[in-house]
């Protein structure tokens, strides 16, 4: 129970069905957050008011507090709107007298009762929580409750309840006098009570005719399953009228909201907060943070291991493959709308051009680029094709020979490709109707229905499409040359620190297999060891901006490790010396070698002599060969997205997702691509590795936890060389 200070007020409805008060301000838009991570003080159950909407798809509200002071906004924040569930203000004045974020939660988890109890007025029976157990009562006014100081403040709204002694049938013996309940407070609602003074009351745990209540079922009952069927009006009024969300449609990932269900049928409900493969295991496994304590679970421990803290009894692990979306939060309504229902972007013209586009340039691209339907539009699980085309065409240089070429008449993919190229640099946007149309004549049915690997299409795509020759060109320790598009990391787990560095990776990858680049490679695309989905090695990895690969070249001079003259000389085993920088490439000049292994350590090494390109001057200046990131696929919960740098400034980053919102159900409506800024890439990826391996990327922007998390492959460039087409056979 609750109190402050409180006024009578009139109850009348306006057409909207909330108060007159609310009417006057119909414009104003509340909000309640039902999931994801807290984030600048909006947590889960947190009320707030919208003062605007970015171009990223994020609130800008006023937060409101919890308590007696509850209906003064304490501050501003911002809030993924898709993690929102839009109030009227009607609903937030009820769930602000609700001090406990969960019970809102929980109360807004059954719509039909909640919808009810918004519409209750004087003479209505409700069966309350009480200490004496479950008691019926009348409300017999409905309660503003604070103070309004500020144009900003809302009053809360409590319901006045004269209780009823369910043992004799009159309301002459009281159990208390006048009490102001919460709408948590109720759990079943019996409409126009005042006319039947004389209705038994029915404890809501017996049998019997429910036909005319609406009431909580046991613990929290999933959205949709209710105890009577709710009249068109009613469900109008429902908190999630305008909301839903399809467990089919929702991806699993930290922060979202789950169901896990044991084999005695019991339901548990909480929010994941880890995700990955424990010790021991080959599965993934969701960490969950239970609504409630349960016993037997952990503070966030599994098998000795710590992966996230909270309360004792409240850490619960499981296979990913036990979680369900929170069903609470589920609606069977067909329809998948955004915050702002009315202003879901249309699919825009599709403008077919033969005239070549350039690159889209970094003062103009996120002009063109950035906002809702924009970018490249997925359907059929396109995404894997969708992340990879963006990643390669919207603004680097790389692949660009295939748009400053007239197109082969006789290879209609390739005028089909260039079409989509000129469209997304164009318009800033692709239909998923083109982007079909490539994919059926990529040479297997398989393309255009099924989820792919990007590293298949990629192969493709240069192969097949742009006819051009492996990028890489792999020298093995037995001396032969192999041609691939793409560089898959090898190694064990062990060679490697807790949190790896792209460049760690490389090099250890290619010393552990005795790899070397035979040339300096244009374009350079490395796969992470983990496979899609199912298997990831590393829980992050941290980006490297500059790729530095002259010590991965064949016949290429290099630098002593120690002394920085000409190298002649390579060690495998010192390669994870924790003496001697674990994780670089170790090459020494003759003098650095023998004093190298001279110590008892390193006295069973093997070093080997490097092959030298005849007609270089020992003390001449060596000169490095780098190459920049450009671009980076993510892929979570079979779901692949994409990050772009669009420019030399360190903050030019783009973050796309063919896939970010959908209009309408399967069968009628359509996927929104989006494109985002992100430029706070920018500043985390500008710091020096040592701060960057110690960050924890759960308390990382969203989109940077996202990048470190979910990344799958690494796009990197020589910018000063193109990727050249052959002399016959390209576009």
């Known amino acids: 129970m609750q109190s402050g200070n409180s006024t009578f007020f009139n109850t009348e409805r306006g ?17 309640i957050v039902i999931r994801g991570k807290s984030r600048k003080g909006f947590g889960r159950g947190c009320i707030g008011r919208v003062e605007a909407e970015t171009a ?36 937030a004045q009820l769930l602000l007298y609700v001090s406990s974020t969960s019970k809102r939660l929980e109360v807004l988890s059954n719509p039909q009762l909640f919808s009810t109890i918004c519409e209750l007025s004087a003479g209505d029976l409700v069966v309350t929580k009480h200490k004496k157990g479950q008691v019926p009562g009348v409300v017999k006014n409905l309660m503003q409750i604070g103070k309004k100081e500020n144009k900003g403040d809302l009053k809360m709204i409590g319901f006045q309840v004269e209780f009823m002694d369910n043992e004799n049938d009159s309301l002459a013996n009281k159990l208390a006098p006048l009490t102001i309940l919460n709408a948590a407070d109720i759990i079943q609602v019996v409409k126009s009570y005042a006319a039947h003074l ?17 009431m909580c079922g046991s613990s929290m009952p999933s959205i949709g399953t209710s105890t009577r069927q709710v009249t068109k009006n009613e469900s109008e009024q429902s908190v999630i009228h305008n ?105 825009p013209p599709y403008e077919d051009s033969e005239e070549d586009a350039p690159p889209v340039p970094e003062s103009e691209a996120v002009s063109l680029f950035v906002g809702k339907m924009k970018g490249i539009q997925g359907h059929k699980n396109s995404c894997y094709l969708d992340a990879t085309l963006f990643s390669l065409f919207s603004s680097s240089v790389t692949v660009d020979a295939i748009c400053n070429k007239p197109a082969d008449k006789e290879q209609p993919i390739t005028c089909i490709l260039k079409s989509i190229v000129n469209s997304l640099r164009r318009q800033g946007f692709v239909p998923a109707t083109s982007v079909m149309n490539f994919r059926k004549k990529l040479g297997c049915e398989t393309f255009s229905k099924n989820e792919k690997d990007p590293e298949e299409f ?50 250890t990858s290619c010393m552990s297999g005795n790899i070397k680049f035979e040339t300096m490679p244009p374009c350079l695309i490395v796969q992470m060891p983990r496979c899609g989905n199912n298997y990831k090695m590393f829980s992050h990895i941290i980006p490297s901006i500059e790729l530095d690969i002259t010590d991965l070249l064949y016949n290429s001079p290099r630098e002593c490790f120690i002394c920085g003259r000409m190298a002649t000389f390579e060690c495998l085993q010192c390669l994870p010396d924790c003496k001697l920088q674990p994780g670089r490439i170790k090459q020494y000049c003759s003098t650095c070698n023998t004093q190298v292994h001279t110590h008892q350590s390193r006295s069973s090494h093997s070093p080997k002599a490097l092959a030298l390109p005849a007609g270089v001057a020992t003390d001449a200046p060596l000169p490095r060969h780098t190459m920049q990131l450009f671009g980076v696929l993510c892929i979570q919960t079979s779901h692949y997205v994409s990050f772009v ?39 985390f990826l500008g710091q020096p590795d040592e701060e960057s391996t110690r960050a924890n990327p759960a308390l990382a922007p969203e989109l940077v936890r996202r990048l470190l998390c979910d990344s799958y492959m690494f796009l990197y460039h020589s910018p000063e060389m193109l990727v050249s087409e052959p002399n016959s056979g390209g576009p």
Not at 257 to 277: P, R, S
Not at 462 to 472: G, S, T, W, Y
Not at 655 to 671: E, L, V
Request: hydrophobic share 30%.
């Open 198 to 214: 004389g209705l038994q009351y029915r404890d809501v745990k017996s049998g019997g005719s429910r036909s005319n209540v609406v």
């Open 645 to 683: 740098k669009y420019g030399l400034d360190s903050h030019s980053w783009l973050f796309f997702d063919s896939m970010a919102d959908r209009y309408g159900d399967d069968q009628n409506g359509y996927n929104i691509p989006e494109v985002r800024a992100c430029p706070e890439l920018g500043d």
């Open 458 to 507: 990629i192969s493709v795509l240069f192969q097949k499409v742009l006819c051009i020759e492996p990028l890489l060109k792999l020298r093995s320790e037995e001396g032969t040359s192999q041609g691939a598009y793409t560089l898959q990391i090898f190694l064990e787990k062990e060679q490697m620190g807790q949190i790896p560095t792209v460049q760690k990776l490389l090099d």
């Open 56 to 91: 990223g798809g994020e609130l800008m509200g006023l937060l409101y507090g919890c308590g007696s002071n509850a209906g003064s906004p304490k501050s501003g924040g911002l809030v993924k709107a898709v993690d929102t569930y839009a109030l009227t203000r009607h609903q």
């Open 243 to 347: 909301q839903t969300l399809s467990t089919s449609s929702v991806p699993l990932e930290e922060g979202s909201l789950v169901e896990v269900v044991n084999n005695a049928g019991i339901t548990v409900y909480g929010v994941i907060q880890w995700l990955g493969i424990p010790q021991g295991k080959t599965d993934i496994f969701a960490g969950i943070e239970l609504d409630y304590e349960v016993k037997g679970c952990s503070d966030g421990v599994y098998k000795d291991q710590r992966y996230f803290t909270c309360k004792s009894n409240s850490a619960l692990f499981v296979p990913i493959t036990k979680c369900c979306p929170d069903s609470r939060f589920v609606c069977s309504s067909p329809v998948t709308k955004t915050f702002k229902t009315t202003n879901v972007p249309p699919v």
């Open 15 to 31: 057409p909207d069905g909330n108060s007159m008060e609310s009417k006057a301000v119909s414009k104003d838009r509340f909000f």
